[in-house]
């Protein structure tokens, strides 16, 4: 009989992680094949064109807050501008760039969920992470694919509590929360419970409360460290104010939106992360406990403080449940267990589920279709748009045609959504009407409007952009993209 040889390049490998390798390749397939498909697409998502243009703009030493308006966080433009200044200015650059960051994070589920059960349940969680991420909208470059596995690194650094050195283990963990409020800063809920946490486990410990004062100062300071380095770069450019403004003091000018914090399908859009939860929490107490079972009662606790971190702005939208696909798999762990009476069966049934849900063939052929239809808007507005006047100007429309038409843009105020929802009326610093006549006044070579509108509109404003262009403009093109109908107006000749 012939033996079959070893890999050389297996045998290079931990023994520790030989048998881990075919779960991983087959994770990272799936996580190819669930985003891959939006490869190129430039308008895959909404917000991520925001991103992307001021990403893109620092590479020309331009700068968010100042010259382009937006609250997210410097540190997400950063991300953006180092994948472009690396892989060019197309949107396959940011699509590389987060696919790689979900890969780390769907790793990183997977050795979570190994402390708890096998190889195979183990997969099925990574699996089920990766898929429902794409499917609460994070399948391109939304911000939730960039700190997720920050925060799963924090979770892997703190989940040992006996471990010599977890001390030094949680001061590591503060950086990178600390990097991933540079981020998104709704992550603030979820650092505050690691930093916690850890102190808990430190008092229990027999940590001194000298030391314990100490260390919790530390924790503050790492996790401050990246935002207040990033403060002081626009303090000393003189621009800290903006910087202020943008970051934090907008964020609490900013309206209701008139129904309410939630969607009307908002709980059907939750249940997918519910039935993992809930399913997971009655399998630990009447099928399997999980051991260690403190390891899963940390989980919980990171999901109870990412559900926190989802609903802290004003207006929950079923996007924010990306940052959950991690700790509800996690917690539902003692669900997929193979281990259980029920021999993991749940858990292949439900990523059968959302793979289905996911519908990738449509989905896939949907991206192609919306991505000829921006080409054949980009192609139809630039010959009319020039790169320092007769700029094409977005009132509601894909904010990546800026970039695709090489045009100017007549506002800083760069988001259509900016100008055009009355919910920012009082949180941009500026008066959103006197804006509009001000970019009206410039005559845009081309102005690109929507059928419906994805938020609560500013009347007076659109009324004013209604009335240009019944006066100077003419209709050239309109196509369909996101469920709404683009137009492309063209400025009459003079």
């Not at 009335?467 to 309109?478: G, N, T, V």
Request: some cysteine; hydrophobic content about 50%.
């Amino acid at each position: 009989m012939t033996a079959i040889a070893t890999s050389p390049s297996l045998r290079t490998l931990p023994a520790s992680l030989r048998g881990d390798t075919l779960p991983l390749a087959l994770v990272a397939l799936l996580v190819l094949a669930t985003r891959g498909i939006w490869f190129g697409d430039p308008v895959a998502d909404f917000d991520e064109q925001l991103y992307s243009f001021i990403g893109w703009r620092m590479g020309h030493g331009e700068l968010p807050f100042v010259d382009w308006w937006d609250r997210k966080p410097f540190g997400l433009f950063a991300i953006f501008a180092v994948a472009h200044a690396l892989l060019g200015p197309g949107p396959l650059a940011y699509q590389i760039v987060a696919s790689l960051f979900a890969l780390t994070g769907a790793f990183l589920t997977y050795f979570l969920a190994r402390r708890l059960v096998g190889r195979i349940s183990a997969a099925v969680a990574a699996a089920m992470q990766t898929m429902l991420l794409c499917a609460y909208a994070s399948y391109s470059g939304q911000s939730e694919a960039f700190f997720l596995p920050l925060m799963l690194g924090m979770v892997a650094l703190l989940v040992d509590a006996d471990h010599p050195r977890f001390a030094t283990h949680a001061l590591w963990a503060m950086l990178l929360g600390g990097l991933a409020l540079q981020i998104k800063y709704t992550v603030l809920p979820q650092c505050a419970f690691f930093g916690l946490y850890a102190l808990w486990v430190l008092h229990k410990r027999g940590t001194a409360l000298p030391r314990l004062a100490s260390l919790a100062a530390g924790f503050a300071a790492l996790g401050l460290l990246p935002t207040a380095l990033v403060a002081l770069f626009y303090a000393a450019i003189g621009e800290f104010d903006a910087f202020l403004f943008a970051n934090f003091l907008s964020f609490f000018d900013r309206l209701p939106a008139p129904q309410g914090r939630w969607a009307p399908d908002h709980w059907l859009g939750v249940s997918p992360l519910a039935t993992l939860v809930l399913g997971g929490i009655y399998a630990a107490y009447r099928m399997r406990r999980p051991e260690p079972f403190a390891a899963w009662l940390f989980y919980i606790g990171w999901a109870l403080s990412t559900l926190a971190s989802v609903l802290l702005p004003g207006t929950v939208y079923l996007y924010y449940y990306a940052a959950l696909s991690a700790p509800a798999v996690l917690v539902a762990l003692p669900l997929l267990d193979h281990r259980t009476p029920m021999r993991g069966i749940p858990g292949l049934v439900l990523a059968t589920g959302f793979l289905a849900l996911l519908a990738l063939p449509a989905r896939y052929q949907h991206s192609l279709d919306e991505r000829a239809a921006a080409e054949q808007l980009a192609a139809t507005i630039a010959p009319h748009v020039g790169s320092d006047s007769d700029c094409l100007w977005l009132w509601d429309g894909p904010t990546a045609l800026y970039r695709m038409t090489e045009s100017c843009v007549p506002t800083r105020f760069v988001y259509p959504d900016h100008l055009n929802n009355a919910l920012e009326t009082p949180a941009l610093g500026i008066d959103q009407t006197v804006e509009v006549v001000r970019v009206l006044a410039t005559r845009p070579g081309a102005i690109v409007t929507a059928s419906s509108p994805m938020t609560y509109q500013n009347q007076e404003a659109t009324a004013l952009v209604e009335a240009a262009l019944a006066a100077d403009y003419e209709e050239s093109i309109s196509v369909e993209m996101h469920d709404r109908t683009l137009t492309a107006w063209l400025r009459k000749p003079d």
